[in-house]
């Protein structure tokens, strides 16, 4: 079955600069790659999606790029600020599953 | 339209103690999942649902049951709780064409 990795777990970096978290997938049929936000105590929200026809997609300060080849991911926030700060998670899925496959997660910290 | 609800917000059990959980959806939406969080971890599958009249196990279905006798209603039981079953819980809700997941507000269950 489908396998999703992200790296890393943790994440610090200064205001202002960029971030990079990184997901790959095992399953070449993926074709729906959604990131999700999670504030401290709050639930899950989207915030980007791509699907497999698509190589990359940008909204505002956030950027998702998709590596069909070499089967991974990647979330990009430009210009960090303090509220960026939260736990990212990272999916997969398929139009025969039912389900998402998750990352386990990256903890953003943005430092002042 | 209040999206998806879940009942109750926090709970705290003793062990052997049994309980319902019950997630709304006013979305239509077909697929339904109960998901665990853990500190540090990700979001772990209990059990889901394609459509009403349907469920199916997860990653972590042991200690659970659920029902889904209503398509906008999707209720997790615990029969006996135990510590270890001490988590956030969140249920989503998915159409079946390969879209975002709406995620309720979590119950942060604690057995003591």
């Known amino acids: 079955g489908e396998n999703v990795e992200q790296h890393p777990s943790t994440l610090s970096v200064q205001e202002g600069d960029s971030a990079v978290i990184k997901c790959t997938y095992s399953?070449?049929?993926?074709?729906?790659f959604p990131w999700y936000k999670q504030e401290l105590g709050k639930r899950p929200q989207l915030i980007i999606d791509?699907?497999?026809n698509v190589g990359e997609k940008k909204d505002q300060r956030i950027a998702v790029t998709l590596n069909k080849t070499a089967k991974h991911f990647s979330l990009h926030i430009t210009e960090t600020q303090p509220e960026d700060s939260a736990v990212y998670f990272c999916?997969?899925?398929?139009?025969?599953?039912?389900?998402?496959?998750w990352g386990a997660g990256t903890k953003l910290i943005i430092k002042p | 339209n209040a999206g998806v609800t879940q009942t109750p917000k926090f709970r705290v059990l003793k062990t052997g103690q049994s309980m319902t959980l019950l997630c709304a959806q006013d979305?239509?939406?077909?697929?339904m999942y109960w998901y665990r969080q853990d500190p540090g971890m990700g979001l772990r599958l209990i059990h889901y649902?394609?459509?009403?009249?349907?469920?199916a196990k997860g990653e972590v279905p042991d200690g659970y049951n659920v029902s889904r006798l209503k398509k906008q209603n999707f209720l997790l039981g615990l029969e006996s709780a135990a510590p270890s079953q001490t988590s956030v819980y969140f249920c989503?809700?998915?159409?079946?064409?390969?879209?975002?997941?709406?995620f309720g507000q979590g119950t942060r269950l604690t057995v003591v």
């Open positions: 989503a809700t998915r159409t079946p064409e390969d879209t975002e997941a709406f």
């Open positions: 399953d070449s049929a993926s074709n729906y």
């Open positions: 999916a997969a899925s398929k139009g025969s599953n039912y389900q998402l496959i």
């Open positions: 649902s394609v459509g009403e009249g349907t469920t």
């Open positions: 979305m239509n939406h077909e697929y």
């Open positions: 791509i699907r497999s």
